[in-house]
């Protein structure tokens, strides 16, 4: 199905977004990038969910910086004027603006047509933007899914296990088998923060997978681990977004 592209007004400015949609679409679904931003490779997994029946919106988080990029993932951190670039932006693209920005996400979903609850997946540094997002928009985000997502449960005061009461979504974490930006101390500490508030969640160590295996165009891209994620993204919206 082709990609429309739409621009998204927020408090900030103009979000751009690409928009995947089939004639069958109706739940919503928000997919927050990696820090690669909005790329082929996104796409292409944004297409595949639209496939299976949702309205699919791929924002790009890094737009108050104008343009950028596109990057290329497999060698983007070896060239060190492009590794500046890309976590200075993600430093400046705070947690808190992407929980006032999918405020405007949720209501384009709406505005093209999308009815019924929304699903958020995020990867790398989108997972923690996932959860966050769903404790930020409790009545309107009805799952939320983290893949290889790092530091969720860190010692910053914007770390998702810390707004795990605001949560109302069902949580799905899968983790990387080693990652350091989610060592399995911070497992334990997110599963307790679930856990004390009463989340319907799964924590799932992929073990043998690396940090960023699930999006195609990671050197660590794994494709019989990919499809493991599929099938448990694919269970967990079927589960709860069902209009």
Known sequence: MPKQDVQIRTADGACPAALFASTASRAGVILYMDAFGPRPALYQMAERLAGDGYTVLVPDLYYR??????????????DEQIATKI???????????????????????????????????GYCMGGARALNCAAAHPERIAAAASFHGGNLAS???DSPHRQAASIKARVYVGSAGIDKSFPPEQSAKLIEALRIAEVDHTIENYVGMAHGWAVPDHTVFNAAGAERHWARLNTLFAETLSA
């Open 155 to 157: 010692e910053a005061p």
């Open 65 to 78: 910086h104008g343009a950028y990029g596109p990057y290329n993932a497999r060698t983007a951190f070896s």
């Open 87 to 121: 976590r200075s932006m993600m430093a400046a693209t705070t947690q808190a603006m992407t929980q006032a920005d999918t405020a405007a996400f949720l209501d384009t979903l709406f505005g093209l047509g999308a009815t019924g609850p929304v699903g958020v997946v």
